[in-house]
């Protein structure tokens, strides 16, 4: 994951069809690398990673100065709208392996929409995946990332008024992961702020695993 200056962090996203997963990577990554649109359908078929360019002096560890690189997996809608749900999960699985066999999986985002609300059979189809995949830790390397977020400050709440309200079974999954969340706004002059923001908070995060990824067979 790391030498001496240079730290590279592994991400997977994985949501429903239409959260803003692909939309959600593009931040991270400060580019366009996956294709993202407003459709009736599904529009990733395929797993796909991204890289960043390097950031640097992003942060400082033991005394020195780190440039930052950030990989991100794309994957399907899960369920997805015309592929079936065995298919995505046998795609996801190849690529977790194949992309990070070496330095393993450092977190998986859980992409919803904050101006959705969480509860019923189909929203938990994403984490069923994210569990069978990642197998009996799973919540240790497991943060949700509120795509919409600009959707509650219009409706005037603040984000702790937004949890407050929020179901019990969002609620509870927060609970599991430890508060393992961030907000996403799609706000264009303050993107690169806001990236960084992000990223920061998914450093803690993978920092109270003290840097360790999740290997794949």
Not at 47 to 58: I, K
Not at 111 to 140: C, H, M
Not at 146 to 153: P, Q
Request: charged residues 20%.
């Amino acid at each position: 994951m790391t030498d001496s200056n240079k730290m590279i962090i592994n991400l997977a996203l994985f949501g429903r069809t239409q959260s803003g997963k692909s939309s959600a990577g593009n931040i991270l990554l400060g580019s366009t690398d996956f294709h993202s649109r407003f459709a009736p359908c599904s529009v990733t078929t395929d797993c796909s990673l991204g890289r960043s360019c390097h950031l640097h002096s992003f942060m400082r560890r033991g005394g020195q100065e780190i440039t930052l690189q950030v990989q991100v997996l794309d994957t399907p809608g899960y369920p997805h709208s015309t592929l079936s749900m065995s298919h995505v999960k046998q795609e996801v699985k190849k690529a977790l392996a194949h992309h990070f066999e070496q330095e393993g999986l450092h977190l998986a985002l859980l992409i919803l929409r904050a101006d959705v609300p969480f509860y019923g059979q189909e929203e938990s189809y994403p984490i069923q995946l994210i569990q069978e995949l990642l197998g009996d830790t799973w919540k240790n390397y497991t943060a949700i990332l509120f795509t919409h977020a600009e959707k509650i400050e219009d409706a005037g709440f603040s984000e702790n008024e937004y949890l407050h309200d929020a179901s019990d079974t969002l609620l509870t999954l927060l609970s599991s992961i430890k508060q393992r969340y961030v907000f996403l706004y799609k706000k264009e002059n303050l993107f690169n702020e806001q990236r960084r923001k992000i990223l920061e908070r998914i450093v803690e995060f993978i920092k109270e695993n003290h840097y360790q990824g999740l290997t794949f067979k």
